[in-house]
């Protein structure tokens, strides 16, 4: 049994499993952590087959569900899906597979940019698996009609930013190539369709303009997490711990957890999978 599920008892607060096809995903353990600060929580983050969005549906499907399997195994009690490619392509294939555990997957959020935008003109950056993916354009067709929608895919700045420098000369030069098109066509909202992308977000700012709106959806997976765990808000709770994984370089994560996260991590470890 994984050290965070062991010993249990009733009055537990639950273990959240939390995944990503890299170190995006911790911007949506960021804002869980904030949501559900007394829960322990498992993120393992899939580095050595990152990123997912330019690779095969079949292979991450394959790999969704040997990770949801380790966390399951490790005892979460509900999974996220921090990783907007493994949602499009494999989520149903997880709950199908573990119907008793509740799921949260991350989508691009079409339905509150249609809300935000004044123009009806609309942006999506994502990573061409999320735009090519079924579900995708279930999505699209349910919450954009009436918009003008342009999607920028976004190819290889997912693995950019896994680098880890968020500065790099080579990551501001591939948002400005991204955001052109986007700037073109006029866009005043802007769909951030990635969990790697708000950790780059003012330099997605910087090339769109001040006057157009960045949209992401960590925060409404933190509250639909909540509800399904039936989080009750306490800021004295004693914080719950949270241990990293990853089947990548360790050090690697140890320095940009360091670096991107504000709270305390108590592990940092090879994935044993």
Known sequence: MHPLASPPSP?????????????????VLSVLHRTLPGHPMLYVADSGNAPYGERADEFVTE??????????????????????????VAVAALRERWPGTPVVGVEPAIKPAVKASASGRI????????????????LLHAHGAGASIVLQPCPG??????RGDLDSPEVIAMIESFCAPLRAADV??????????PFVRRHIQAAMGPAVELIDT?????????????????????????QLETTGDVAHLRSVAAHWLDFEINSVAAAPF
């Open 11 to 27: 009055a537990d607060p639950a273990l959240v499993g939390v995944f990503d096809s890299g170190l995006g995903g911790l911007s």
């Open 188 to 197: 005043d909202t802007v769909v951030l369709g990635c969990t790697h992308y």
């Open 218 to 242: 960590a925060w409404p997976v933190s509250r639909q997490a909540a509800r399904l765990l039936g989080a009750v808000d306490s800021d004295s709770v004693p914080a719950g711990r949270v």
């Open 157 to 162: 700045l997912a693995g950019q930013i896994e």
């Open 123 to 138: 942006g999506v950056m994502a990573t061409p698996a999320t735009l090519r993916s079924a579900k995708f354009q279930r």
């Open 63 to 88: 790999r969704t569900l040997a990770v949801g399997r380790h966390l399951v195994d490790s005892g979460a009690k509900l999974l996220v899906v921090a990783c907007n490619t493994a949602t499009a």
